[in-house]
């Protein structure tokens, strides 16, 4: 167990720094910008215990990350000061979601891996700066704040892991610029908001943004702003139409309320229906019950 070993500070032409699964921890941050890397290419520091903010200061001086453009060739390394023998290293790296060894080197091929340590605070916006890189991996870290818009200058960029964190806010519209981006995963955090639409994030499997409660959208299938299930799978032969209006049932209650009208409306207009039906009446109500005709009829007389 050590801190970040500051003497790597001194080389000035470092390409290559890994320093994987070990068991470094505390803080990597530069006081002053000199002693920089400016050839350095690939950073794996994943798997330590480093903790605290990433400097954004120390970041804006890794110049070979931030060119636009670089010749195509394999890193060679020269075993003596004063030889011409070179040999090529191979080292693993991870990216895509997968564990990769690269036997040559692209001198165009640039990573960072903080993975699996305890950063926290937010990432910094001068990871925008570092335009030629090709990978970059944040994941399982304590980073808050926003998703910086700035990564929507990375261009080159094919991997982007920032999942397992506590970021939050939306997903920034810049990262629709990200047109190489072919491994996202933005899972496991406190992300809210639309994703946004019409891009290439929503060719991704909904697992690449799972687990943030307040986002929603393609590729997820819930839109919290209904709250309303997807309707019901059609059975076969059924189609999406509207219902046939049913004329038979329409038809019969016209004719209920046509017959009840022709009866009621005469008793309410005619004077002479109405005795004649009250009559009627009274003599079925004297049938059923006799022995109240005696004590009615004297009285109504």
């Not at 690269?102 to 926290?120: A, E, Q, R």
């Not at 038979?248 to 207009?269: H, K, Q, R, W, Y």
């Amino acid at each position: 167990m050590d801190i970040f070993p500051r003497l790597l500070k001194k080389m000035s032409s470092l390409r290559v720094l890994v320093l994987r699964s070990n068991h470094f921890y505390g803080q990597i941050g530069c006081n002053t910008t000199s002693g920089a890397w400016p050839k350095l290419q690939i950073v794996d520091i994943a798997h330590n215990n480093f903790s605290g903010e990433i400097p954004g200061r120390c970041l804006i001086t890794w110049s070979a990350m931030m060119a636009d453009e670089a010749k195509i060739n394999h890193l060679r390394f020269q075993v003596l000061q004063f030889s011409q023998v070179y040999y090529q290293d191979a080292i693993k790296v991870t990216t895509k979601g997968l564990e990769m060894e690269l036997v040559k080197i692209l001198t165009v091929f640039t990573s960072i891996d903080f993975s699996c340590n305890n950063f926290n605070g937010s990432i910094p916006e001068e990871v925008g700066e570092l335009k030629s890189l090709h990978g970059l991996n944040l994941s399982s870290n304590d980073f808050t704040g926003t998703i910086p818009s700035s990564l929507g200058n990375l261009r080159q960029l094919e991997s982007l892991d920032l999942s397992d964190n506590k970021l939050s806010g939306e997903i920034p519209q810049e990262l629709v610029k990200l047109n190489f981006l072919s491994f996202l995963n933005l899972s496991i955090n406190q992300l809210e908001g639309r994703i946004p639409t019409g891009t290439q994030i929503q060719s991704f499997s909904a697992a690449s943004v799972a687990f943030n409660k307040g986002l929603w959208g393609p590729p997820l299938t819930v839109d919290i702003t209904s709250r309303l299930p997807p309707p019901p799978p059609l059975e076969k032969g059924h189609s999406n139409a509207q219902p046939a209006i049913d004329f038979d049932l329409i038809s019969t209650e016209i004719g209920c309320i046509l017959g009840f009208g022709a009866v009621i409306g005469p008793l309410v207009f005619c004077k002479r229906w109405r005795k004649c039906y009250y009559k009627t009446v009274e003599n079925i109500f004297f049938k059923v019950f006799p022995q109240l005709e005696e004590r009615i009829r004297p009285h109504r007389r």
